[in-house]
């Protein structure tokens, strides 16, 4: 695919993602609730899962309505993660997406509260009676994202994260953890795509291989721009990792190892896209490569 | 319905919730957090909201396998929302179901996320991929319940409560707070149940009122008994509300009204049932009987 052509698509996407959540996450919450909840997703981040949930769905010819519902739930799941990740009896972190975190806002509980309704809102998203998305297919999507939020993903690799300050990890504990904390929900999001149309087992299975993959390389990147880059370019707070005393993929493997496994991963993504019998696979193929080379 | 009768059913409903979350809810979710969220929703609790659940399902011929996994989804919502409400950051509270609270004995940050996973596990159980629920009540299901959980129902409610703190309410701003804080999710119980049987639009209209009026008669008796009751047989920081200087009922209408009140909410959901055109409706009878005189 042209990179222009891509580019051309994903600000698009990126457009409609933005105007998609603008109307879900209510104005109107009570309390503050809703501007905390709104601080705490619109305008910011690079939007990976959605993309990867609409060039999923592209990919096999899903159907918009639910692919955009589905890239805004999955949305929705990641941005509450941060806002809980962000305060104080986590990460402690103060900066996001280039502003004050949350809880730093709006306050430690109201943070808290509002992670909390991110979480509902994303379910339903998910569930809507207006006849715009089958009702077995709402099912299956939220099958698919609470599996990759519950303890089985996010939440246990952020229970393992919580353990393992201060631990040397080795690179199989380091996966394992990654996978839950941060590629179930890459994986989903290329899943919860595919879902929105029609693939046979091999196209599935193969799906899934390049969520993992995918996933697994953009924590390794997270990894290597943490002690590469400066927080104003990351939009976050650099070098939080060793502060922690965190294990991460540079820490364990070393600076070069580290490039070079995000390469295999990278060409592991595309090896599974290969080997999928899905005709056009353009959009995800650019996506593991932008997800490789970003350098924020 | 004789009083035995219903003691006999409502044993043997406990006794299948208790065993059903126990399956459900993961031994082996990592580091230590299938623990933390096993001490949060196991072996405690009046399990209302559960009851209500079947108690509904059962007035209108509801499906069982369905039934009971919304009954487990409702409570799993519930208990996150205490262990959430318990932390140092909104009650501060160490006495929960006569226990240290989940955050005195796991910690403030696995709570957290102990919680997060609870809320994730509740759209879980009600995503089987095993065909025992229809995926169209599957999808059903979960709509009301992230619509009650979310920013216009509980998560919305804390949200007043914690803006409370401290200011006077007059009794419609107090309702208004307590219809989402705690009614929203007493209410869908009573629509899960529902939904997962067969009902008329009158029907429906007359659970939901049914729900509304044990929802608030709930929370009417809650704070009669926070200031009535010493904390040994709540399993709860009784005077809480007083000490944190909340609006309660009590306060805002005094004790002997607040009484009355309760009695009017009584008198409003059988009034509802006799409405409902629905053949069985004594268990959800009796049970707004309890909610009223229970004693803790």
Redesign the interface.
């Known amino acids: 695919m042209k990179r222009d052509a891509f580019d051309t698509w994903s600000l698009a996407e990126l457009d409609a993602v933005e105007s998609t959540l603008d109307a879900f996450v ?1 104005v109107d ?6 501007e905390a ?1 709104r601080y705490g997703v619109l305008d910011g981040g690079k939007r990976l899962r959605p993309l990867l949930v609409l060039a999923a769905s592209n990919a096999v010819g899903g159907r918009r309505a639910a692919a955009l519902r589905a890239a805004c739930a999955v949305e929705l799941i990641h941005a509450y ?1 941060l806002v ?1 990740d962000d ?1 104080p ?2 990460d402690d972190d103060v900066l996001r997406r280039g502003k004050p975190t949350v809880h730093v806002r709006f ?4 943070a ?2 509002a ?3 991110m ?6 998203v ?4 207006d006849g715009s998305v089958d ?2 297919l ?3 999507l ?2 698919l ?3 990759a ?5 996010m ?6 994260d ?3 300050v201060g631990h040397p990890l080795d690179e199989h504990a380091l996966s394992d953890m990654h996978r ?1 904390k941060t590629g179930a929900l890459l994986r989903a999001s290329v899943l919860m795509g595919a879902a929105c149309g029609t693939t046979d087992e091999r196209g599935w299975r193969a799906l899934s291989d390049y969520g993992s993959a995918v996933g697994l390389a953009f924590q390794v990147v997270d990894d290597i721009l943490d002690v590469t880059q400066p927080s104003a370019t990351l939009g976050k707070t650099a070098g939080k990792d060793h502060v922690h005393n965190k294990p991460t993929y540079v820490t364990v493997l070393g600076l070069d190892a580290a490039r070079a496994h995000a390469e295999t991963l990278r060409r592991a993504a595309h090896a599974a896209l290969d080997t999928s019998g899905i005709a056009d696979t353009e959009q995800l193929r650019e996506l593991a490569d932008r997800v490789v080379e970003r350098d924020s």
Request: glycine residues 16%; neutral net charge; hydrophobic residues 50%.
């Open positions: 209510p919450a009570p309390a503050g609730l809703g909840m993660s809980h305060l009896c986590m306050g430690v509980a109201q808290m509260l992670g909390d309704a979480q509902a809102l994303a379910f339903e998910l569930t809507p009676d009702p077995a709402q099912a299956r939220c099958a994202l609470a599996r939020a519950g303890g089985a993903g939440a246990g690799g952020q229970a393992i919580l353990a393992s839950r």
